[in-house]
């Protein structure tokens, strides 16, 4: 995405802007997003989807067979929003907003040892208090039934409301 235009853009309300420490906070506590892919005949496709960021990338899971996986492989260009905040004040006709944007390409994992380790994160964080071998008898009983998938961030954005920077 390097060089295209939109990934230049400078936010235009730049008070509103958060830091990246902020949309690393966001993108580590949020549970749940939307993945947004250029689908086929350049349809949008945009998915509620689970999924871990480590620090550097986000990790995805999915069945080997399925319209998202059809999309990735002719196109690996996303983009993965969070909402970590949404509070309407009807009273203002307004909400208070905090969320994240990040935009990359995505992967499919292949190699057996990077896929088991990003599954280890992924079931980690939604069953934290989970045993080692719990975990392992899960993710042993659907090893052939899925892949991981990376997104490998090029640009992280994120905005709040305008009632949130005047507090």
Known sequence: MKGDKRMDRQMRRKKQEL????????LQQGTSGVLALAGNDQLPYAVPISYVYDGQNLYFHCAKSGHKLDILRENSKVSFCVIAQDDIVPEKYTTLYRSVIVFGKMEIITDDEEKRLTIEK????YHPLDTMEGREKEIEKDW????MLKMIPEKI????SIELVNK
Do not use: R
């Not at 830091?19 to 966001?26: D, P």
């Not at 052939?144 to 892949?147: A, G, K, S, V």
């Open 19 to 26: 830091s990246i420490i902020e949309c690393e906070e966001i």
């Open 122 to 125: 992924l079931a980690i964080k």
């Open 144 to 147: 052939d039934y899925f892949y």
């Open 157 to 160: 954005s994120g905005k709040k």
